[in-house]
C-alpha cells in the first residue's frame, strides 16, 4: 500500500521524508506535504524517516482520512525532491497540537522545488542532471545528435 501523509505533518514539514524516497512522490501544500499515489512504490523509506510519524501505509486505520486528501493534492500542487529548507521555525511547537487539519490546513500550493533557496543554487550548480525539465533534456540530446 501507498505511503500517505496524515495531519500530523501540519506545520511540521521536516522534510526527512522527500529526502529519502527513490522515486520523487512528494507534493508540497503551503504548510504540509502529500504523496502522489501513483508514484509511491510503496518502499516504507518515508514512514521509517518521518520525526514525528505523520506517514503511515494506506492500509492502515490512520490512513483513511486522508487518502483522498493526499491523491487530490499532489494533483495540484508542485513537486518536491529535496529538504530546500522548508521547516518552519516553529515546527516544534505544533508537533503535538490536535486538530491541525481543522486549525491550520492550507489547499495553497507550497512553492517546490523551483522555489527553494537551495534549489536555485543547486540548479546552477547541476542543470544537467536532477533540475532539468523533460524538455531541456530532448533539446540536450537533439543539439548533441546535430553536431
Ligand atoms: S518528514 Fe514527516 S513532518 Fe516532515 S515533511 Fe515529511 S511527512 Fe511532513
Ligand atoms: S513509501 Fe517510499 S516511494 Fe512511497 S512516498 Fe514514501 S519513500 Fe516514496
Redo the contacts with the bound molecule.
Keep these: 500500500m501507498t505511503g500517505v501523509?496524515?495531519d500530523?505533518?501540519?506545520k511540521?514539514?521536516?522534510?526527512?521524508?522527500?529526502e529519502v524516497c527513490p522515486v520523487d512522490a512528494?507534493y508540497e501544500g503551503e504548510n504540509?506535504?502529500v504523496i502522489n499515489p501513483v508514484e509511491c512504490v510503496d518502499c516504507g523509506c518515508?514512514v521509517e524517516?518521518?520525526?514525528?510519524?505523520?506517514?503511515v501505509f494506506g492500509d492502515e486505520p490512520r490512513a483513511k482520512p486522508w487518502l483522498e486528501l493526499n491523491a487530490k493534492y499532489s494533483a495540484l500542487w508542485p513537486n518536491v525532491t529535496f529538504d530546500g529548507g522548508?521547516?518552519p521555525a516553529d515546527?516544534d511547537q505544533f508537533q503535538a497540537v490536535a486538530g491541525k487539519f481543522e486549525l491550520y490546513f492550507s489547499p495553497r500550493p507550497g512553492a517546490g522545488d523551483i522555489g527553494s533557496p537551495v534549489g536555485v543554487a543547486r540548479t546552477s550548480a547541476c542543470s544537467r542532471c536532477h533540475d532539468e525539465t523533460a524538455l531541456g533534456k530532448i533539446m540536450r540530446i537533439v543539439r548533441r545528435l546535430w553536431r
Design positions: 501523509v496524515t500530523a505533518c501540519i511540521c514539514k521536516h522534510m526527512d521524508c522527500v512528494f504540509m506535504l518515508c524517516a518521518c520525526p514525528v510519524d505523520a506517514i522548508q521547516t515546527a
